[in-house]
């Protein structure tokens, strides 16, 4: 099964349910095979491959959800065409980056905010207020101050 169409904000994306690779070599930015099996049936994420210009190469970001939205149903909505911008209202945008702990110097895989993208911007503020974030080191516990979804791998 490859991805499927959805339409958030009047923008089309291709949005991959759990347990569906996103196909390997199709020169997508920040994708990395090895993260997407590793992530494809995480419980809080799932994949979305959006384009923001003609011109420009498709781009690899996580949809996050906190707050316990069922994301099996989230899946089937989708599959069946009846997913709506009123579903992911409690999704943020995320990218994988690597992120240096200011502690402990700990290099960690991480899944970051994207504030500077044009998806949710309207809104942005309330999703910021109502997500939950990752705000300590995996390492050292230290304080993290940027918008952190989710860590992926740390030493």
Same mark, same amino acid.
């Given at each position: 099964?490859?991805?499927? !169409? %959805?339409?958030?904000?009047?923008?089309?994306? !291709?949005?991959?349910?759990?347990?569906?690779?996103?196909?390997?070599?199709?020169?997508?930015?920040?994708?990395?095979?090895?993260?997407?099996?590793? &992530?494809? #049936?995480?419980?809080?994420? =799932? =994949?979305? /491959?959006? =384009? &923001?210009?003609?011109? /420009?190469?498709?781009?690899?970001? $996580?949809?996050?959800?906190?707050? #316990?939205?069922?994301?099996?149903?989230? +899946?089937?909505?989708? *599959? +069946? #065409? !009846?997913?709506?911008?009123? +579903?992911? =209202?409690?999704? %943020? /945008?995320?990218?994988?980056?690597?992120?240096?702990?200011?502690?402990?110097?700990?290099?960690?895989? *991480?899944?970051?905010?994207? !504030?500077?993208?044009? /998806?949710?911007?309207? @809104?942005?503020?309330?999703?910021?207020?109502?997500?939950?974030?990752?705000?300590?080191?995996?390492?050292?516990?230290?304080? %993290?101050?940027? $918008?952190?979804?989710?860590?992926? @791998?740390?030493?």
């Amino acid at each position: 099964m490859d991805g499927l !169409t %959805l339409t958030l904000e009047g923008r089309p994306l !291709t949005y991959f349910p759990a347990g569906v690779p996103v196909p390997a070599g199709a020169g997508i930015a920040n994708f990395d095979e090895n993260e997407d099996r590793a &992530l494809a #049936g995480h419980p809080r994420l =799932r =994949r979305v /491959l959006m =384009r &923001l210009l003609p011109s /420009l190469p498709v781009l690899y970001y $996580y949809l996050h959800f906190s707050d #316990g939205t069922d994301l099996h149903r989230l +899946d089937e909505k989708v *599959a +069946d #065409g !009846t997913a709506a911008d009123e +579903d992911v =209202r409690a999704a %943020l /945008l995320g990218e994988a980056q690597s992120v240096v702990c200011p502690h402990c110097a700990a290099v960690i895989r *991480a899944i970051v905010v994207d !504030t500077g993208h044009p /998806l949710f911007a309207s @809104d942005r503020g309330r999703r910021l207020r109502e997500h939950r974030f990752r705000q300590e080191c995996p390492v050292c516990g230290g304080h %993290l101050s940027l $918008y952190i979804l989710e860590v992926i @791998d740390a030493p």
